[in-house]
Each structure stands twice: as C-alpha cells, then as structure tokens.
C-alpha cells in the first residue's frame, strides 16, 4: 500500500502563484510515476502532469510552460510548482502514484481555487 497526503491548495489571485506537495509512504520502492491530476466542478478528473523514476516528464498542454513538476526522492514527496493561474485551473488537485505492477493510488486531493 502507498498512502499519499496532499498539501498546499488555497485561493489565489488570477497571475498568482502555488505549491503543490505530496508527500508519499508505504511502499514507495514499487511505485513507477507519481503525478498530479486535477477535477473541476461537473467535469472529469484529468492529468495535469506526471513524472518517473527515471524523471521523464510530461505535461498537459493547458499546463505547459506554467507548471512544474519535480520530486525530492530523499523526501519521498513530488511537488507542483503553479505559476500564471488562470481561473480555468480551479480544481481538486489529486495527486497519483503509478506502481510497477500497474496499481494506483489516490491522495484525498487539495482545492485550488483561483479568482479573477
């Protein structure tokens, strides 16, 4: 099992900025990629940004060259670095880990909520 806590979701100002982490334990040594995923109200939860082991990296466009994705293996912890919000990126951040054997794991999720 791979528990994943969230942190660092708020309200924001459009053209602000926030820090996204997620802090992973249990067994991180079978997990592959972590990422962050996102849901808004009445749509379908969507990937924001993943990255692996080997820190290959890959983003959604909507998010591309506004995010960051990076992780501190010795922390156990994958960040999101947002800048430039835009009111359309209002959602439950929900952070992911991907594991060898294709399992996954959820956190509870973190509400950003940017204003115009």
């Known amino acids: 099992q791979v528990q994943l806590v969230e942190s660092g979701g708020g309200l924001v100002q459009a053209g602000g900025s926030l820090r996204l982490s997620c802090a992973a334990s249990?067994?991180?040594?079978?997990?592959?990629?972590m990422g962050w995923y996102r849901q808004a109200p009445g749509k379908q939860r969507e990937l924001v940004a993943t990255?692996?082991?080997?820190?290959?990296?890959n983003y959604s466009d909507s998010v591309k060259g506004r995010f960051t994705i990076s992780r501190d293996n010795a922390k156990n912890t994958v960040y999101l670095r947002m800048n430039s919000l835009e009111p359309e990126d209002t959602a439950v951040y929900f952070c992911?880990?991907?594991?060898?054997?294709?399992?996954?794991?959820w956190g509870k999720g973190t509400l950003v909520t940017v204003s115009s």
């Open positions: 990255i692996t082991s080997g820190l290959n990296i």
């Open positions: 249990g067994l991180i040594f079978s997990i592959n990629r």
């Open positions: 992911n880990a991907h594991g060898f054997r294709g399992m996954d794991y």
